[in-house]
């Protein structure tokens, strides 16, 4: 019933990856699933749960544990007629992330959508000693940043302001390189070397300011003048990926030496003449190779 699988979010806990995902198909047009498995030679033949937290659209997931709640975060897009405006970022909270149908219903983070934005998607949580920071894109070059204290979280957030500005477009993801005083996002940008591809920017702390590290279309974070597939060739784009972290905490940790990530891909002639929502994105693992 599904003709796509995307945006992924994966922690790994309890000796097993969990992984969540948007998923998109023609009954019902975008989902979140959860699977589950002991390392990625099982993930295609892991079970697909759809999360019972919400009944319409929600998508491009991030799944991280609070300490402070000792609750596991899901946090989302979405959209209810019960909201007034109806689409805003969502957060769902379970005690036992290996039971899918624990999460509790979808709430929104936001009350309002802040006046000065004429867009914004892919929320990202992130977390320092003090702060919890909110970012997300709006298709228009613009990464932005709200923030609130971690005892008022997942409410309190101030209005955003614009932490990187240029040649992106969508699915930043932030973390907190370990053992070091700098942090990294991954965004997305559009027409260099693939149709999708990643640059990276670092800053010394989440308010920023936010330097380019690997941000051109010649020397990207990723793309396909510097990636090299194993399997055969199955995409032409490298696509919403998300980092492989050193634990499932707020703090978002990555070690400066594991370069791994799962994103989505396709090819394409697999994509050409259909509108967004056809495209039938697949996931893969990007590993650095030195």
């Known amino acids: 019933t599904w003709h796509a699988i995307k945006d992924p979010s994966v922690v790994r806990h309890n000796d097993r990856w969990h992984l969540c995902c948007t998923v998109r198909g023609q009954e019902r047009s975008h989902a979140i699933v959860y699977l589950s498995f002991a390392d990625w030679g099982q993930a295609a033949e892991a079970k697909w749960h759809v999360l019972p937290m919400h009944d319409g659209y929600f998508c491009a997931p991030q799944v991280f544990y609070f300490e402070p709640h000792q609750k596991w975060y899901l946090i989302c897009q979405a959209a209810s007629d019960a909201w007034d405006p ?155 990926g998300e980092l492989l972290r050193s634990g499932p905490g707020q703090k978002l940790e990555v070690h400066p030496g594991q370069r791994r990530c799962v994103f989505q891909g396709v090819l394409e002639a697999d994509r050409r003449g259909k509108p967004y929502g056809a495209i039938p994105w697949r996931l893969g693992v990007l590993e650095a190779s030195q």
């Not at 302001?161 to 390189?177: C, K, M, N, P, W």
Request: charged share 25%; glycine share 6%.
């Open 86 to 240: 109806p689409y805003r970022p969502a957060f769902s909270t379970t005690a036992d992330l290996s039971k899918p149908d624990s999460w509790s219903k979808l709430q929104p983070l936001f009350e309002e959508k802040p006046e000065k934005l004429k867009a914004w998607l892919d929320f990202w949580v992130i977390c320092d000693e003090t702060q919890a920071h909110l970012f997300f894109t709006s298709l228009d070059g613009k990464m932005w940043r709200s923030e609130t204290p971690l005892d008022k979280f997942p409410h309190g957030w101030s209005e955003p302001q614009i932490a990187i500005q240029g040649d992106v477009f969508e699915a930043s993801h932030t973390y907190r390189l370990r053992g070091q005083d700098q942090y990294l996002t991954v965004i997305e940008a559009q027409n260099g070397h693939g149709w999708r591809y990643f640059k990276a920017y670092v800053a010394p702390q989440l308010a920023g300011p936010w330097k380019p590290l690997a941000a051109t279309k010649d020397q990207a974070f990723a793309s396909q003048k510097n990636v090299r597939q194993t399997a055969g060739h199955w995409t032409d784009s490298i696509s919403h």
